[in-house]
């Protein structure tokens, strides 16, 4: 029987893109596998992944086949190969709070009607609904939890909004016995595993970090759209406590975007400050510069989620998912370090971990 893992997205913007760039590059270039940490996983390889419905709100992706959506001028991940259309076509969705402040003077929302999206999902044979909405649309994003719930199917947020790591939530889960992972998607080699990575190693090594930050500018949607005070807010929050939790708090810390550049496009340039002391107080230093693609970075770790998703529904198991959140979001319900978070998730794919 073939192997096919079907999958239903909320929210067509840059994320969406690149896994969907990255699902069709795969399938023609498998040699592309090796950088993924997990090429293979319980036999289910890159091109078991299938996109199966979509639904978002901008008047230039609804009722659009989804492989032209992805390249909606908005979208400013490049494309990196060109597409055949798909069978899928962008549904509208309920907007809600999915489209406020600078989002709104940028985005015209479709006059197309509302899809019962509960029956959308139903109708696609969906397995799981990646939430990749704007942050701050708290709303939205709790309106999709309901229709997976509605739909029995997983939940994979890439949002900041707490839904695996709220209480309320995660019993709703637990109860339908459905997977549920989150909150807000850590990309697979970004600005956050950088900076953690290197504070972990210097901390091993004895030395006391006093002062750090990570302030990063890019051209993305979401970049625009975390520029406003309230989301940005939101967004560094999570992003400060995903480095407090590995440190226990004990250091200064800032990290957070600071400023949209629309001509960097999706690029993402971050710059990292430690300061710390070692040996009889001698102060160092680090300062370095990281720039990467925002889409198919958090994409890339999304290859590795929906696979694991994909083994919790094959084993019967739901509700959080402790060790894929732990493994692929920046605020999971349990926070553990890099090292052991690699550790679960695998434990998890080969069976001796349940959740
Ligand atoms: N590497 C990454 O890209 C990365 C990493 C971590 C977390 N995230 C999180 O993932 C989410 C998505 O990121 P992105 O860069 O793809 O964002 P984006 O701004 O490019 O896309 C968001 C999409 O959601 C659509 N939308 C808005 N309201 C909607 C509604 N009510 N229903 C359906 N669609 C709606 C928008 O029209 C847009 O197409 C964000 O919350 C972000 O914080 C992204």
Redo the contacts with the bound molecule.
């Keep these: 029987m073939e192997k096919r893992i079907n999958v239903a997205i909320?929210?067509?913007?840059?994320?969406?893109?690149?896994l969907i760039q990255g699902v069709e590059y795969l399938r023609t270039n498998e040699d592309s596998c090796k950088y993924l940490l997990h090429p293979s996983m319980a036999n289910y390889g890159v091109n078991t992944i299938h996109i199966v419905a979509a639904?978002?709100?901008?008047k230039t992706?609804v009722g659009k086949d989804l492989y032209e959506a992805i390249f909606?001028p908005?979208?400013?991940?490049p494309k990196f190969l060109e597409l055949s259309p798909s069978d899928v076509i962008v549904e509208?969705?309920?907007?809600?709070?999915?489209?406020t402040g600078t989002?709104a003077d940028v985005?015209e929302v479709s006059d197309a009607p509302d899809v019962d999206v509960a029956q959308s999902l139903k109708d696609s044979g969906a397995e799981m609904l990646i939430?990749?909405?704007?942050?701050?649309?708290e709303k939205?994003?709790e309106?999709?939890a309901q229709a997976a719930l509605e739909a029995e199917i997983a939940f994979i947020n890439?949002?900041?909004?707490f839904i695996a790591s709220d209480p309320l939530w995660a019993r709703k889960f637990r109860q339908a016995n459905i997977p549920l992972v989150g909150d807000?998607?850590?990309?697979l080699y970004?600005g956050t595993v950088l900076h953690k990575g290197i504070l972990e190693i210097l901390s091993e090594q004895g030395i006391r970090i006093k002062d750090t930050y990570q302030l990063d500018v890019s051209g993305?949607?979401?970049t625009?759209?975390?520029l406003d005070d309230d989301r940005k807010a939101y967004?560094r929050t999570v992003k400060e406590n995903t480095i407090k939790n590995a440190f226990q708090g004990q250091i200064n810390i800032a990290s957070g975007t600071s400023d949209y550049l629309e001509f960097l496009g999706?690029r993402?340039i971050g710059h990292f400050w430690i300061y710390g002391e070692t040996f009889i107080g001698t102060p160092i230093k680090i300062d370095i510069r990281l720039e990467?693609q925002?889409?198919?970075?958090?994409?890339a770790?999304l290859f590795d989620v929906i696979r694991g998703i994909k083994i919790a529904i094959n084993r019967a198991v739901g509700g959080p998912l402790s060790s894929i959140c732990a493994y692929g979001f920046?605020a999971p319900p349990v926070y553990t370090d890099r090292h052991n978070a690699h550790t679960w998730f695998n434990e998890f794919v080969n069976g001796s971990r349940i959740i």
């Design positions: 909320a929210g067509v913007g840059n994320i969406a893109s690149g639904f978002d709100v901008d992706k909606a908005i979208n400013s991940t509208k969705g309920p907007v809600l709070d999915g489209i989002l985005i939430c990749a909405l704007p942050t701050g649309a939205a994003v309106f999709y890439c949002t900041p909004t807000d998607l850590q990309s970004g993305g949607l979401e625009l759209n975390t967004k999706n993402r990467t925002d889409g198919p970075n958090g994409a770790t920046k």
